[in-house]
Structures are given as C-alpha cells and as structure tokens.
C-alpha cells in the first residue's frame, strides 16, 4: 500500500489515500485477467471432473480457475498440462476448508496452500475462522471467508474480528447463499460496508462456488459464470494474481464489465463497456454505505474530498448484473 499526497500548496486540504491501484502503474504494463476462486469437482461434492471443469471455464472466456473441492486439495498438473497456456490460461490449486462452529457451516477457501489444510475447528465462530486462516496461511496459502450467509452462520461482527484476511465473498452464485440477506439479517453488501466502515479494509469477491455442470440454466443449482473476478497483473501466475487480489487489484461482477478503472490521488475514474440493451447508474460508495454520488450513463469521475473514510463504485446494470470495485481508503490529514 502506497500513500500519495494531493494538493500540498498553502492553505489547500491535504488528502491522504491509501492507494492500491497506480503505485507501480508507470512502471509496469499490466492486463485483466478474468478469474473464477471457488469451484468443486468430483473430488468433493461437485458433478464433473476437474478436466471438465476447466474446460468449461477456457471455453467460456475465463484466464484462470481456482479448484476449491471440500477438504481437498485436487491436482491441478494434469488438468495445466491439458488445459493450461502461457498468458491464456491457468489453473490454480486450492482447496475450501470446510469447518463448523456446532451446526454453524464457516467454510473459508485456501487459494494456492501448498498442501492439504484440515478444518482446525475452535471455541466460536470467529475463531473457527481466524484458526484456519492462520492454518492456510501457514500453508503459505491466501485465504478468502466465503457465503457468510450460508445458512446465516456468520456476521459482519465475526468477520471484523478476523485478523491476516484481506478477501470476502460478496456473492456467491449458489442459490442458497442469501447474498442479498433478509429476515432482518444484512445482505453481503451491507455487512461489507459495516465492515468498512469500522476500518477494517476487505476486499469484495464475486465467485460461483460451482458445483454442478450437467444441469445447465437451471437456477436452482450450483452452476457456473454467475460471479467472477477480474484481476490486474503483470502476468498470468498464481502469486501474480492473488498478490494483486490482495492489494485490491481487481473488480468483481456478475455481468458488467469495465473498460477502465483508475485510482489516483484525486480520484477515481470508471468506464463500462457496455451491452446494447442495458442502461447503468454507476454509484461511489462511502462511509456507513452511504452513497456518495450517482452517474446515469457508461463512465464517471469521483473527486476526493477527504471526509469519506473510504470509497469505492459499483454499477447497476437494468437486467440486475452489477460489478463492485474495491474500496480505497481516503483520509484527511
Ligand atoms: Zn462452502
Ligand atoms: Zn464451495
């Protein structure tokens, strides 16, 4: 995380922004790389191998896949072998620990562990969570919490007191994940921004928690290319690209795409490439959730002024697909 410092002259507010997406912008040329981190095969409770799968995945326009079975960490030689290309394409190893905390699921994905990490278990629900996220990082793994509304198990209070993990599923394509909450329970956005606003930074995932590829447009199933991200990196690896994820360089989406998205110490530009049928309100998000600005149309410009703790966009799409940025934390000093 780099800071930068804006508008220094006599007399002028000094904005301070934790800025995650241009230090090293100049130095480097960098590329999008479209991604999915939370699939299953055979090898847990998925209904496909892990050779179909991936196919699935490069043929519908995907750059990398994470496999994540059930307490499981799949091979993914054989499917990179088959599958894999420089720059085109890549498979990621992964596994989701899937632990409880009594009838309470906390399953968290550990993306890259070098090598297979049993659920650890624990005295609450957070710390079932910090115990694996430490046992992942110990595998030298990245952790990221996924569905907390599964089943209800997990609250933005939990998730606040989780320490070394910088990565939350805001959607999750299986259907019985209650992304959007209710009940009186929070959806996934606005626990995010509880979570924000606290001043505990994490970075917001879209992924499919694929199960099953035999049934294909049925809603009710676990399917695949609901939720995805796309990741800036100077290259298609795996420490390329989850280092970029968890310095927040990426968007997640369920069916916007950007054309541009840059930080600077000003603000933050956005482009969409858009569909023809669709209209889009893009909106900058604030502290408490609250929304800062609102643009009708395919870009928009945010300006800092100091006061929002943190900001981040998403885009509306008029059919529900949306795309959420990541925030950025803005301070005056
Ligand atoms: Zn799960
Ligand atoms: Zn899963």
Sequence with gaps: MVRLRAGLGAGALAIFVALLATSNAAQTPRKWYKGNTHTHTVNSDGDSTPDAVVRWYREHGYQFLVLTDHNYLTSVAGVNALHG???????????????????????????????????????????????????????????????????????????????????????????????????????????????????????????????????????????????????????????????????????????????????TAEGIRLAIRPTAFSKYRIQFVGNGGRVLSEAIGTSAVYTFTGDEGYVRARVLESNGAMAWAQPVTVARR
């Design 85 to 263: 290309a420089d720059d085109k394409f890549l498979v990621i190893k992964g596994e989701e620990v899937t632990d409880r905390f009594g009838d309470q699921p906390v399953h968290i994905n550990g993306l890259d562990v070098s090598e297979q990490v049993s659920p650890q278990g624990g005295a609450s629900v957070t710390e079932v969570m910090q115990r694996n996220v430490d046992a992942i990082r110990k595998a030298s793994g990245v952790p990221h919490i996924n569905h907390p509304n599964f089943r209800w198990a997990v609250t933005a209070d939990d998730l606040k007191r989780v320490r070394n993990n910088k990565l939350l599923e805001i959607y999750n394509g299986h259907p019985q994940t209650n992304n959007v909450g209710g009940g009186g329970v929070p959806g996934m956005e606005e626990a995010w921004d509880a979570i924000l606003t606290s001043g505990v930074l994490l970075y917001g995932l879209a992924v499919d928690d694929a199960h099953t590829f035999k049934d294909p447009g049925n809603p009710a199933v676990a399917g695949p290319g609901r939720g995805w991200v796309v990741v800036r990196s100077e290259r298609l690896a795996p420490r390329a690209i989850l280092d970029a994820m968890e310095r927040g360089e990426f968007y997640s989406s369920t069916g916007v795409e950007l054309a541009e998205y840059d930080v």
